[in-house]
C-alpha cells in the first residue's frame, strides 16, 4: 500500500474542473498536497493513507475530462500541511482545450432560481459547462489568457472561486451581474437603447415580429418568429435554403419525429442541430422546404432566458454571415455588414476569440463538426512525423497530428475566397501554437488551383516541410478506416487521378494503397460549374437527346439556347467530365422539375431525396460496363429509365403526375445505390475483401445509404461508416493526415 506520489494525469485535463475536482476528491480522503496545470498535465503531489482510493478517483477524473494516461512517480519530501490548488506553469504542450459545453442543468437551475445570485444571469457557467474553445487565446487555461481577463471578479465570486465546494470552483469563466459581462440591446444603427431588461425586450420584439442578430457563445445568430421566415429569406436573399430552429422541448415532439436517440444527442453536452424528419412534410415551409428540419434546443444561458420570457414556440436561428463567408462574431462587423437585414442587435462584450458554429448531426452521422465536439482530438497512431491536413475546398476544417493524437478544428466553411482562407489559416495557426507543432509533412488535396493547395505550398516553402497531395476520395477512405476494405465514395466533386471531376467511385486494397476498381459512367458537364448551378445542362449532358431539348423547349429555353448547349457536347467544348454521384442525382431533379436551378450547395440532390420520401422505388435493370480495368455503372441507362417513366406519367393529372415523379425520384435513388453496391459486393468477391467502407456527402441521404447497406449486408459483406466525422467533406482534412502518415511510414 502506498501513501505517497506524485501523480501525472494527461490529456483533456484543462478547462474541464480537473483541479477542483482533485481538490474536493483530496478533502473527501484526506489527502494533503497540491495540483497545479502544467499546459498539458495535471501533476499532483499526495500524501495520505488512503492514496490509492485517492489514485482510482483520479483516474476516473471529472465528466468533461478525457483521459490518456496516468502515472505515478515517487515522491519524497514532507507533506503539507492541507491540500492547496497552485498557480499553473506553461509546460510541454501535448494535450487540448475541450470544445464549448451546452448549459448544465444546474446552472439553468441557478437562472431561474429567487436566491440564486445568477438568477437571470446570461453568462453564468461553471466547471462542468459554459464556452472554453470560443474564448481561449492560449494555454495554460487560466482566467488571464481568456476573454474572461478583462472582468476581474468581484468578492463575491472570487469567493466562490476559492470555495471547494463550490461548482464554480476555480471555474475561469466564473462571472455575475455585478462584474462580468454584460448585454445590450442595440437598434439598427448598432445604437445602444437605455433599458433596464434586454432580454425582455428583445423577446417582445421577436415577438412582435422583428429580426435580430444575436450574439451567442461561438458568433451571430439571425433570429426572428416563424411567421417572418419569408421576410428574412427575403432580405438574405436566401429564398430556398432550410433554416435551423431553437425551439422548446415541448413544442418539438410535435413538429418533428424525435427518436430515443435524437433526444440523447439534443440534450447532450453538444446540444447539436439534429436534422429530423417533420412529421407533415409540407408543414413549416417557411422555415424549411425539405422533408427534414434541423433543429435545437436552448444551450447557452442566454437562450433560456430568451425562451422563458418569449411566447413563440420557436425560432428561426441561423448563423450571421455573408453568403460563403465565416460567421460573424463582432458587433462593428456586424453592424457594418448586417444593415439592411437586422432590426435589432443582442449583444454582450465578452469578446469571441475563436469563432465556432453550431454543429450539425443527421441520425447519429456529424454534418458541420463544431461547437461541442471540436477542437477533437482522436487518438490514433500515424508514426513519428507531426502533419497536417489542410482540408479540401467546401465545407473544409484543418487537423494536424502530433505524437499519437490527430486535432481537428471546428468547421472553418467553403475555402474559396480569402477571407475564409485567412480564417482556415488563422485556425491551423492557433491550433498549432496550442499543440507546440513543428509540421514535417504538409498533406493537401490533389486540385491544383484549391486556395487551401496554394497555402500548403506557400506553407511547405517556409517550413521546409514535404507535400503530400492526396485525392479527395482516398481521403474520405482514410478517415473511415485503416484496415483493408473496398470503399464506396459518393459525392459532388472530387478531383480524380487523371484531372476529371470524380465523385461515385469504388476503391479496394488498404491505406494508402487504394485502386479504382469501380465508379459511375463519366458523363459531360456542358459549361463546367454552369452545368452544377443550372442541372438542366447536366440532363443533356447524361442524355443528349432531341427528346431532352424538346422538354428544355417546353420549358423555356429558346432555340438559341438549345442550339449552343447541343453543340458543346456534340464537339466537347468547354464541357468537363464527371463520374459524381451528386450530378446524376442533381439532372434526375431537373428532369422531374423538383429544382431547376441550384441556390446552395447540394441544394436539387437534397429536394430529390424529399420527394422520394413520398414515393415507392421500382427495381429497374442495372448496366455495366468495364473501362480499363473498372466496372462502371452506366447512369445514362438510369436517367434514360427516369425520362421513360417520367414522360409515361404525363397526362395522367397533377396528383398522379406529383405520385409519379416521387416514384421515379425513390427509383433513381434506390437502382443508383445498388449499382454502387453491387460494384462494391464485386469488387469483395475479386479481392477476398470482407469490409466495405462508404463515405461522401450523397450518404448522409438515408434511403441511399439504406439501399447501400442492405445489399453489402445481403452479400455477407460488413459496412462500416464513420460516427466520429462527417461523411462528408469535414472529414477530409483528417483523412489527409490519416493518408500521408500512412505514406511516410512506408505502409
Ligand atoms: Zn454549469
Ligand atoms: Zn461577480
Known sequence: MRDRGRILVRGIVQGVGFRPFVYARARALGIRGSVKNTGSQVEIDAWGGRFDEFLDDVSRGPPLSRIDSVEVLPLAGEAPAGFGILTSSAGTLSGMIPPDVATCGECVGDLFDEKSRYRGYFATSC????????????????????????????????????????????????????????????????????????????????????????????????ACTEERGGELKARLGRTEQPFAIMVREEALEQMACVEAADWKLLKSEVHPIAVLAKRDPSAHAAISNLHTIGCMLPYAPLHHLLFSRLKAPLLIMTSANMPGYPMITEIDTAVGKLRGQVDYYLTHDRRILNRCDDSVMRDGFIIRLSRGIAPKRTRIELGPRCILGVGPELNSNVTIYKDGFAITSPHVGHVRNPPTLAYLQETAERIRGWLGARYDVIAHDLHPSFLSTGYARELAGETGAELVPVQHHRAHVAATTLEPCIGITIDGVGYGDDGRVWGGEVFAGRVPHLDRVGHLEEVPMPGGDLATRFPERMLYGILPTEGTLGLLRERGWTDLQCGVLARQVERGVNVAWTSSTGRVLDAVAALLGICRERTYDGEPAMRLESAAYAGTPAEWPLEFVQKAGSEVLSTRALVRKAMEAYLGSRGAGE?????????????????????????????????GLKRVALSGG??????????????????????????????????????QCVWAGAVKRGD
Not at 142 to 150: K, L, N
Not at 702 to 725: D, F, P, W
Request: charged share 20%; hydrophobic share 40%.
Open 127 to 222: 466547471v462542468n459547462c459554459g464556452p472554453r474553445y470560443s474564448i481561449i487565446g492560449s494555454l495554460p487555461y487560466d482566467r488571464e489568457r481568456t476573454s474572461m481577463a478583462s472582468f476581474p471578479m468581484c468578492p463575491e465570486c472570487g469567493r466562490e472561486y476559492t470555495l471547494p465546494e463550490c461548482r464554480r470552483h476555480h471555474a475561469q469563466t466564473i462571472a455575475c451581474p455585478v462584474c462580468g459581462p454584460r448585454l445590450t440591446l442595440m437598434d439598427a444603427d448598432g445604437r445602444a437603447m437605455e433599458i433596464e431588461d434586454p432580454v425582455g425586450e428583445a423577446a417582445e420584439l421577436l415577438d412582435a415580429g422583428s429580426i435580430l442578430a444575436i450574439r451567442g457563445i461561438g458568433g451571430f445568430h439571425l
Open 655 to 687: 396528383g398522379a403526375g406529383r405520385q409519379a415523379a416521387c416514384d421515379i425520384a425513390a427509383s433513381v435513388q434506390a437502382n443508383l445505390a445498388r449499382g454502387l453496391a453491387h460494384i462494391a459486393v464485386h469488387a469483395a468477391d475479386d479481392t
Open 698 to 735: 450523397v450518404a448522409y441521404n438515408a434511403a441511399i445509404r439504406g439501399t447501400i447497406r442492405e445489399e453489402i449486408e445481403k452479400a455477407g459483406l460488413t459496412l462500416v461508416m464513420n460516427r466520429e466525422y462527417p461523411l462528408g467533406d469535414g472529414c477530409i482534412s483528417y483523412g
